[in-house]
T-cell receptor
Framework: KQEVTQIPAALSVPEGENLVLNCSFTDSAIYNLQWFRQDPGKGLTSLLLIQSSQREQTSGRLNASLDKSSGRSTLYIAASQPGDSATYLCGSDTDKLIFGTGTRLQVFP | GAVVSQHPSRVICKSGTSVKIECRSLDFQATTMFWYRQFPKQSLMLMATSNEGSKATYEQGVEKDKFLINHASLTLSTLTVTSAHPEDSSFYIC?????????FGQGTRLTVV
């Protein structure tokens, strides 16, 4: 059974810092890994999808890497802004998407 | 990206009644949809996989007679919470894949009083 863990559970940083969010998963036989953000009381917004054959994906200030063999993915957020404040979830996709516990990020001005 | 629409966004119902939640893929077809449940400050827990034209697949510990899933078309799946109790109060979210990428509905906040 796939288990997904995210570290840290919470993070509070001043605006402008570069951030690293970590995700680890126990079953490396994944089809892909996807990062999402969730604002309070809302659904999930897809940020980046990394296929199992890929090592990283980039979108704007976001960069996600994937190391299948070690069961790890990392989300980098460059030059953080208050609007980045949200919960970030990673989902590992075997035949269904299983989520980690999330990282609650707060970026203060 | 693709759009998944979920309705209603909020519902309050009396204990013992049933509530139906709809999940629609607006600009793509989805043979499979997923239903999740999320308690406050916790992550999403997969409840069941909804399969178009066939029975849903439920995760261990999820009561299939309580959470009825119907996936009658390629763009619509429904989740009915039957005989709702206060402990069923939660945030329910559906998801569908478009070319391997998962997209989520806005979620439904269910409160059972």
């Amino acid at each position: 059974k796939q288990e997904v863990t995210q570290i840290p559970a919470a993070l509070s940083v001043p605006e402008g810092e570069n951030l690293v969010l970590n995700c680890s998963f126990t079953d490396s036989a994944i089809y892909n890994l996807q990062w999402f953000r969730q604002d309070p009381g809302k659904g999930l917004t897809s940020l980046l999808l990394i296929q199992s054959s890929q090592r990283e994906q980039t979108s704007g200030r976001l960069n996600a890497s994937l190391d299948k063999s070690s069961g790890r993915s990392t989300l980098y957020i460059a030059a953080s802004q208050p609007g980045d404040s949200a919960t970030y979830l990673c989902g590992s996709d075997t035949d269904k998407l299983i989520f980690g516990t999330g990282t609650r990020l707060q970026v203060f001005p | 990206g693709a759009v998944v629409s979920q309705h209603p966004s909020r519902v309050i119902c009396k204990s013992g009644t049933s509530v139906k939640i709809e999940c629609r893929s607006l600009d793509f077809q989805a043979t499979t949809m997923f239903w999740y449940r999320q308690f406050p400050k916790q992550s999403l827990m997969l409840m069941a996989t909804s399969n178009e034209g066939s029975k849903a697949t439920y995760e261990q510990g999820v009561e299939k007679d309580k959470f009825l899933i119907n996936h009658a078309s390629l763009t619509l799946s429904t989740l009915t919470v039957t005989s709702a109790h206060p402990e069923d109060s939660s945030f329910y979210i559906c998801s569908a894949r478009d070319r391997n990428e998962a997209f989520f509905g806005q979620g439904t906040r269910l409160t059972v009083v």
